[in-house]
């Protein structure tokens, strides 16, 4: 118990005595209590919400707790580049309807913060656990979920080496070994298709893509893609699986066989694409669409995306939104001009949780920020200049977000910011 | 160069390689132009279609392993660049790109053949069979070029498991001397870097590991590139950005 010095020796004894069945081993009912400590200790210390450290070691203490309590229950894994973490809030949202819901809403999406999301009672409870690509096996083999809902793979943190044929090839060879999970996939990302093909039972669902420079390449046959209207096939005979379920406006879903109105306090077509797969799958866990629905109708932001905080003392405010690789800033791009034409500060930074490397933001077309004030701050902030003087977009560089939301023309300026300026935006503004 | 007509810049396959941003070069080569008032205009030559011999400058940039096989099939089949190159066209070819346009490289287990249009080769190592391959070469790179091409440092950002080498009796010369990373990986450090070179000048073909994208980091590598095909060019002051971004890069670089 090296996290709990002496003096909070009470806090051990109630974690302990608190209800952990019975039928787990005796070593997952110790790595459970480890967990319950680790984590107390952690939001205690002011270190976060504690899910890594605490799910880190349990998983040292009984490496087979994640299989102990994540299987017979209901669970759904949610999997891609982009839309994890608002479609699996979405899902728990709607899996809410029927009972309790576990989930991992701290965006810890590794094995330990999905055994961190289950490690508290009721152990029965029917669980939306957003999972990182390359975990995506492991963790399912472990808990072999009734349901996997893969959204989309593009392009994102290059210096990782996260090819995204890989991973599509990684998902393809786990659904072949999950016999009784069905795949919720999107028919309109061609790796995801081709991925979810090697499942035993499949819900298509068409959610949208439109970012397509990281598709073009049939996943199957390496040769190219051909793309119309109506979808995309290839020479070896692979294409776009028919959708049960499609986004087919912008408040309109066609659900097996009949059209249906979707309202989403989230904005942005991109959101109605993750709410489908999120219906979706909620179908499967036996939530009806309409109750699905309704309860996802009043989320209004996610882990701080799309809400509006204060940005310094002087009354300045901005809306938060996530744009971590091409195909997230080509959403946020959608985004910005479905709404009045505010000043847009954009926050980029290239720490390791962000990928290294800032060169993908040449192949975002910025150009489409032309007519409206645009601010730059960040740890690359030189890097994104350069790249909107070459798009000719005027903009001006500022030492922080805060500064540059004080420079801006209005009071309520739009933030989009990658992974770890996002993060330290969202901490700062909250204090 | 046909005063009066564009420049041509050709951007090769950007499907396959346009993983790592590359395609900014053509967006650098193409404003450098048209803020000194010449024409330019960007060729896109998507995969499938046939490249056209007829532009003045043709880009490669860095792609996965099975798109790096489908280009380095698709150019080498029909050799316009071969063709274009031998008529005065210049060639900027970045990591995936750069290997292809040499002998041979590696993908997939298996050795494909290139454009031959420089004399590298590249492997996964040129080490001895017994010892293990050298790790994936990715981060921060900066390389000191060769003094013939009176460049200022040119830094970058490289991302690749390749080794490459001049083959025996190979034209032109090396790009410059790595003073931080990998490039080719012939240096004298364990990991293949440290005092090794980057990349290759032969004659108005340009190869290099550089990311960044390149051209957008490095404008007078840009200008090099479109002095070829123009001769003098005006003086260009703007962007005053990329100035500010070369000293952000030489302070967050400085002292490795």
């Known amino acids: 118990m090296v996290f709990v010095s002496g003096h909070r020796r009470g806090t051990v004894e109630s974690a302990m005595t608190t209800s952990i069945p019975r039928r787990f081993t005796a070593r997952t009912q110790a790595a459970l209590a480890v967990e319950r400590l680790a984590a107390q200790a952690s939001r205690r210390l002011g270190r976060g919400s504690g899910e890594m450290i605490g799910g880190k070691l349990a998983l040292r203490v009984s490496p087979g707790a994640l299989a102990e309590v994540g299987s017979h229950r209901r669970t759904a894994c949610v999997s891609g580049t982009n839309g994890k973490t608002t479609t699996t809030r979405l899902l728990a949202r709607a899996l809410g309807t029927l009972g309790p819901v576990k989930s991992n809403s701290g965006g810890a999406n590794m094995a330990p913060g999905v055994l961190a999301a289950l490690s508290r009672p009721p152990f029965d409870a029917a669980a939306a656990l957003e999972v990182d690509e390359i975990w995506l096996p492991k963790v399912a083999h472990e808990i072999s979920p009734r349901v996997v809902l893969l959204l989309n793979i593009s392009r994102d943190q290059l210096d990782r080496s996260n090819e995204t044929r890989r991973i599509a090839s990684m998902w393809r060879e786990l659904g072949a070994e999950l016999r009784d999970t069905t795949v919720v996939a999107n028919v309109d990302d061609p790796l995801v298709a081709w991925a979810a093909g090697g499942w035993h039972r499949q819900v298509w669902v068409s959610a949208g893509q439109n970012w397509t420079a990281d598709a073009m390449v049939c996943p199957q046959c390496a040769r190219l893609l051909h793309r119309n209207e109506a979808g995309w096939w290839s020479e070896c005979g692979l294409a776009r699986p028919e959708p049960i379920v499609a986004v087919t406006g912008q408040r309109e879903i066609l659900w097996y066989g009949r059209t249906i109105s979707a309202r989403l306090d989230l904005p942005g077509r991109v959101n109605l694409g993750n709410a489908a797969m999120a219906a979706a799958a909620a179908r499967e866990l036996g939530v009806e669409v309409e109750a699905a629905l309704a309860a996802m109708a009043g989320l209004g932001d996610v882990q701080g995306r799309y809400q509006e905080v204060a940005l310094g003392e002087q009354g300045r405010r901005g809306r938060l939104l996530l744009a971590k690789n091409p195909a997230g800033w080509v959403e946020m791009m959608e985004l910005l001009a479905d709404a009045p034409p505010r000043p847009v500060v954009i926050d980029f930074n290239s720490q390791t949780a962000d990928g290294r490397d800032p060169s993908w933001i040449w192949d975002v077309p910025f150009e489409r920020l032309a007519g409206r004030q645009v601010l730059v701050t960040g740890g690359r902030k030189e890097d994104m200049s350069v790249r909107l003087a070459y798009a000719e977009v005027p903009h001006s560089v500022h030492a922080s977000a805060e500064d540059a939301a004080q420079a801006a023309n209005e009071k309520v300026v739009d933030v989009v910011a990658n992974y770890t300026a996002f993060r330290d935006l969202l901490v700062r503004s909250s204090r | ?256």
């Open chain 2, 1 to 256: 160069m046909r005063r009066g007509s564009a420049t041509r810049i050709a951007l090769i396959y950007p499907e396959l390689l346009g993983t790592y941003g590359d395609g900014g070069n053509a967006i650098v080569l193409e404003q450098r132009l048209r803020w000194r008032g010449l024409p330019a205009e960007v060729v896109n030559v998507p995969a499938g279609s046939p490249v056209p011999d007829s532009c003045d400058i043709y880009l490669l940039g860095g792609g996965e392993d099975a798109p790096q096989v489908l280009a380095a099939d698709g150019i080498r089949q029909n050799r316009a660049i071969v063709r274009a190159v031998g008529s005065g066209a210049a060639v900027l070819a970045v990591c995936a790109g750069y290997q292809v346009i040499g002998a041979t490289f590696p993908s997939g287990g298996e050795i494909h053949e290139g454009l031959n249009l420089v004399d590298i080769e590249t492997r996964r190592s040129f080490a001895p069979p017994e010892t293990p391959p050298p790790g994936r070469a990715v981060g921060d790179i900066v390389v000191e070029p060769d003094p013939r091409l009176h460049l200022p440092t040119l830094y970058g950002y490289e991302n690749h498991a390749g080794r490459t080498r001049r083959l025996p009796g190979a034209g032109g010369f090396p790009l410059g001397v790595v003073r931080r990373g990998i490039g080719d990986g012939e240096g004298g450090g364990s990991d293949g870097g440290g005092g090794g070179t980057d990349g290759i000048v032969d004659g108005r073909v340009v190869g290099t590991y550089l990311h960044g994208p390149v051209l957008a980091q490095n404008p007078a590598l840009a200008d090099l590139l479109l002095t070829w095909i123009h001769g003098d060019l005006p003086p260009l002051e703007a962007p005053q950005e990329a100035q500010v971004l070369r000293e952000a890069r030489r302070r967050a670089l400085a002292g490795s």
